[in-house]
């Protein structure tokens, strides 16, 4: 049974900084792919940022540069650092997490606010 468990979300305004975590278990060999999806109201699921086990990274266009994802495979832990937000920033962001096994798992969502 994987669990993954978000923390770091909240309210900012445009030009602050927020860090997610998500913290991940019930994998016996850890997790290949992990990254971060947010939805805003009225929109799709989007990605934000992937990274790989090896750390090989990816990012939608308009956070590049601003937003940075890492992971620590010994915690099993994936985190998203984002600095200058925006308020089109504003969404839910989930957390999401390949064991290799079955199907990718999701966090329940954390909101992320920024105000003008």
């Known amino acids: 049974q994987v669990r993954l468990v978000e923390s770091g979300g909240g309210l900012v305004q445009a030009g602050g900084s927020l860090r997610l975590s998500c913290a991940a278990s019930g994998s016996i060999f850890g997790f290949n792919d992990m990254g971060w999806f947010r939805q805003a109201p009225g929109k799709q699921r989007e990605l934000v940022a992937t990274i790989t086990r090896g750390g090989s990274t990816n990012y939608e266009d308009s956070v590049k540069g601003r937003f940075a994802i890492s992971r620590d495979n010994a915690k099993n832990t994936v985190y998203l650092q984002m600095n200058g937000l925006r308020p089109e920033d504003t969404a839910v962001y989930y957390c999401?997490?390949?064991?290799?096994?079955?199907?990718?798992?999701w966090g329940q969502g954390v909101q992320v606010t920024v105000s003008s």
């Open positions: 999401k997490a390949d064991s290799g096994v079955g199907f990718p798992s």
